[in-house]
């Protein structure tokens, strides 16, 4: 026997089994063999064979590690922002150990051959697993669509022309339609741009003592009311990306209790912050959508907690240092958010927003499910992608230690409370303690 | 204080000491010899990323008159346009060795960014739609000098606030001192202000009633291409300012206007030259407040 | 520790003589304005008005003059400048100034409030008029007209309480902090 380890006596968290309880995971080659809730496997295991490594974890949360079904690698194109590389990393540090990756590199994804080398440079560079996001028109142009059978062949697991919505009603009718032959999910970055024009923060009272030109909720909120008609119309699956504001996860509750076939994101600035981020230019908090107000972050709270928004991703969003460094209407839009991601959505426990369980439901095991892979679950016979988490460590954000190459977050200088210590990926232990 | 950024950036007593000591330089500009040797030896840059003919005319005079050394960084010949970062060029400018950095740029915040950046004193010389403090001051300078102060005043702001520093800034600076402000033009001109104490008014008839200032706003034409109203002559009939629609103010009320101004359209000539008019009394004035603004500053410490 | 320097009758009876040297040294009181430096030197000179004025039956015009824009220590200043108003109200050109101080020091207000003066006119003459001079010059400048001389070191400093600004008259030295 290769490779084995145990983790002891850990809090283990799978809502995929329904299981919440202290336990011990049994991991050979990479996959998950046995799980044990009280286990003395251990002794014995370890007279077996000398390389046996047990992982104390006791007091410890052993969760899935995280699905992250919305980020920005950069490469092909970007390498100054992020490479497949740091970025994969950077992910794991973050106790993620799966991501997808928005097509908006340079070419853009939108065809096979972008969509393969992204997954070569991966199994090459990538330190967690990388899945493709396909655009849905060639180019993210929003005029004709991507060869989405193609990609989908290649690997890609979804749609999206993330950054750029589809303008044309019919292209996304059609985009809807068509992809439902390969049952794949098409994620919708909703944004009437003729109402967000010109805008680089909410617009409001705020907007206009920075004498920032604003985006209107509405222009989000028009774009995910069209989306869901249309979701509604053509029965495809329509996955809202990155909700932000209190009238989006009302039409978004609304739809759901009409049973249309839709799900729908958040990510973790937008239940963490506000517009309040911006004050003195600090184009670290410029993100699109745009941090919004505190009415906002409490209705996206409460689309967590009842079921409105089915998952958290980070949108992470590296940058250059210089390219913050600019006037804010010109700075690019983005946050660098995997290591900070899961330490916020923890906050939603210590505040009572979501269970743990609850937690991992939205973070792993249903942005896999709306993907379609397998992963976000600690069954038997899965692949051993594990975070093990201290719920009470405390840290302070620094940005300049982070590994991903963009440092561009508004949570810089933040204290927060708990932190994945330990990441299991790919058959590899990293433990972020050291 | 290092820098003036913007009004809201400012305590009242700020405000009070730039007025107070505009004054004195007020004073200064009627004498035979209208040059002061305070900030002798100090450099400035203009550095305007804007076209703008009356601040940057004011402003240089209002150097050369205390005395520092000026040097325009002009943008067509810059390396703006060879997409330098607007970091770079300010610091290879405050390379140079200067001490105050006078900013216009069409960027929201840029004098903000800029004074984190710099040694350099930073004065905004309009930023964006954000703000354009030295204007305030001359306004409020003005107002005083006519009415007295401030406090109780009622102040009609007249036209596009939402794309308007000028608006803005003297939004910020009246309500410190306790005016009254109105805030009259078209819905699709009058953005969210709310925080601050002001009275919104459509209809221009209603905005004027009684009230003691009257400070109208340059209508910029491409507002009308990008669909904030319909035509010209439309705002010109609804929130231009005649001799009719004077007559509704307090009889002894003032008009002002921070130039320049598209006469006919929201203003009319009589108006503009009518004994009510202070607009040129601004222009003077913008020369002591800046003066003074530039005094108090003092330009950046320990500059070797 | 505070020394008093003068009380309020030294004050007086200084100010007296002060106001019969300028009388005597200018033949009466013809083409003489009084200048005072902004803020002592303004109210001392309003006080030399009125005894000229009392001993000559004549009106006695009196300025105000602040340096803050003509000092040299621009860079150097620590606080705030306050910018005191200037008042000249007659055309000096051709006219014998003469500038009041309370207190005459290194000789830098003084060089100030010549060249401020110069940027009004150019005065036939300008003579000084200070109520001390505590030495330690740093300029070829020295006074027409003292008050009283006191030798003084450079770590005490001498201030100047007037009624004018709501104190008791008396000049006091004291310890630098």
């Given at each position: 026997m290769r490779n084995a380890m145990l983790i002891k006596n850990g809090h283990i968290i799978d809502p995929s089994q329904g299981i919440d309880g202290i336990g011990d995971i049994l991991i050979e080659d990479g996959k998950i063999v046995k799980m044990e809730q009280k286990s003395r496997r251990a002794e014995e295991q370890k007279k077996k064979s000398p390389d046996f490594r047990i992982i104390d974890a006791t007091g410890l949360y052993v969760i899935p590690g995280l699905v992250d079904m919305h980020v920005h690698l950069r490469e092909p194109g970007f390498e100054h922002k992020e490479t497949i590389k740091t970025g994969t990393l950077a992910a794991v540090k973050g106790g993620i150990t799966s991501v997808c990756c928005m097509p908006n590199t340079n070419?853009?994804?939108d065809n096979r051959t972008v969509t393969e080398f992204i997954l070569r440079k991966a199994y090459d560079e990538g330190s967690c697993n990388v899945y493709p996001i396909g655009a849905i028109t060639k180019g993210q142009k929003g005029e004709e669509l991507a060869e989405m059978g193609m990609m989908r062949e290649e690997g890609c697991v979804a749609f999206s022309d993330d950054g750029m919505p589809v303008v044309n009603g019919i292209l996304m009718r059609r985009a809807l339609e068509y992809s439902k032959t390969f049952n794949v999910p098409i994620i919708s970055h909703c944004e009437d741009i003729s109402l967000s024009e010109g805008g680089s923060m909410n617009e409001g009272a705020?907007?206009?003592?920075?004498?920032?030109?604003?985006?209107?909720?509405?222009?989000?909120?028009?774009?995910?009311?069209?989306?869901?008609?249309?979701?509604?119309?053509?029965?495809?699956?329509?996955?809202?990306?990155?909700?932000?504001?209190e009238g989006s996860v009302r039409l978004i509750r609304q739809a759901k209790e009409r049973g249309v076939n839709i799900t729908a994101e958040t990510c973790p600035h937008y239940f963490t912050i506000t517009e309040d981020a911006v004050k003195g230019y600090n184009t670290n908090a410029k993100v699109n959508p745009p941090l919004r107000t505190q009415k906002d972050v409490e209705a996206v709270r409460e689309g967590l907690k009842d079921g409105t928004i089915d998952i958290i991703a980070t949108d992470h969003a590296p940058h250059h240092r210089d390219e913050k460094l600019l006037e804010f209407d010109k700075a690019p839009s983005g946050i660098s958010g995997f290591e900070t991601a899961l330490s916020l959505s923890l906050m939603l426990v210590h505040d009572g927003v979501l269970t743990m369980s609850r937690l991992v439901e939205k973070t792993a095991l249903h942005p896999a499910r709306i993907v379609g892979i397998d992963k976000g679950t600690l069954k038997t016979g899965s692949d051993a992608d594990i975070a093990i988490t201290d719920m009470n460590k405390e840290f302070k954000v620094e940005p300049d230690k982070f590994i991903s190459k963009g440092k561009n977050t508004p949570f810089d200088g933040w204290k927060l409370k708990g932190m994945p210590i330990i990441t299991i990926c790919k058959g590899k232990i990293y433990d972020w303690r050291s | 204080m290092k820098d003036l950024v913007g009004i809201k950036e400012l305590g009242r007593d700020d405000i009070e000491r730039i007025l107070d000591t505009a004054a004195s330089f007020k004073d200064v500009l009627k004498r035979d010899i209208k040059k002061v040797p305070a900030l002798?030896?100090?450099?400035?840059?203009?550095?305007?990323?804007e076209p703008s003919t009356r601040t940057k005319t004011s402003?240089?005079?209002?150097?050369?008159?205390?005395?520092?050394?000026?040097?325009?960084?002009?943008?067509?010949?810059?390396?703006?346009?060879k997409g330098e970062s607007l970091l770079d060029t300010v610091r290879t400018i405050e390379a140079y060795g200067v001490d105050f950095i006078v900013i216009r740029h069409s960027s929201s915040g840029v004098p903000h960014f800029i004074a984190r950046n710099v040694k350099a004193s930073v004065i905004n010389a309009g930023d964006g739609i954000n703000e354009h403090p030295t204007q305030a001051l001359l306004d409020a300078f003005s107002i005083v000098e006519k009415k007295g102060g401030l406090s109780g005043l009622k102040v009609a702001i007249v036209g596009d606030i939402t794309h308007s520093r000028v608006a803005k800034s003297n939004v910020y600076l009246l309500s410190k001192f306790g005016a009254h402000i109105r805030l009259v033009g078209p819905p699709t001109l009058i953005p969210d202000m709310s925080g601050y104490d002001v009275e919104v008014f459509y209809n221009m008839e209603d905005g004027l009633k009684d009230v003691d200032v009257i400070m109208m706003l340059r209508i910029q034409m491409e507002r009308q291409v990008k669909g904030f109203f319909p035509s010209t002559e439309e705002y010109s009939k609804n929130w231009g300012l005649d001799e009719q629609r004077l007559k509704l103010a307090d009889k002894n009320a003032i008009v002002m206007h921070p130039g320049p101004m598209n006469r006919g359209i929201e203003i009319s000539s009589d108006v503009a030259d009518s004994a009510q008019s202070i607009i040129l009394d601004q222009v003077t004035n913008g020369i002591a407040v800046r003066m003074a603004v530039m005094y108090l500053l003092g330009g950046a410490k320990g500059n070797a | 520790m505070t020394k008093e320097l003068l009380n309020k009758k030294?004050?007086?009876?200084?100010?007296?003589?002060?106001?019969?040297?300028?009388?005597?040294k200018n033949k009466g009181t013809e083409n003489i304005c009084l200048v005072g430096i902004q803020r002592g030197g303004v109210h001392l000179a309003k006080r030399l008005s009125a005894k000229i004025g009392a001993i000559e039956q004549a009106e006695m015009p009196v300025g105000s003059l602040d340096i803050s824009l003509y000092r040299d220590d621009i860079g150097m200043r620590k606080e705030q400048p306050v910018v005191r108003r200037t008042d000249i109200p007659c055309d000096i050109t051709d006219k014998k100034i003469i500038l009041v101080d309370d207190v005459l020091f290194t000789g830098r207000s003084i060089r100030a409030a010549m060249d401020a003066l110069m940027d009004f006119g150019r005065p036939a003459e300008i003579q000084l008029a200070v109520l001390i001079d505590r030495g330690h010059r740093e300029l070829p400048i020295r006074a027409d007209y003292v008050g009283k001389n006191i030798p003084t070191s450079m770590s005490e400093n001498i201030e100047a309480q007037l009624e004018e600004e709501g104190l008791e008259d008396r000049i006091i030295l004291q310890a630098k902090e």
């Open positions: 070419p853009v994804n705020l907007s206009t003592q920075l004498g920032l030109r604003g985006i209107p909720s509405a222009s989000e909120d028009v774009m995910v009311a069209r989306d869901i008609i249309l979701a509604e119309l053509t029965g495809g699956r329509l996955h809202i990306a990155h909700v932000s504001t | 002798r030896g100090k450099t400035v840059v203009n550095l305007f990323f402003f240089e005079l209002a150097e050369k008159r205390i005395s520092t050394d000026v040097l325009n960084f002009s943008v067509p010949t810059s390396s703006v346009v | 030294d004050i007086d009876r200084v100010l007296s003589r002060i106001a019969h040297e300028i009388i005597e």
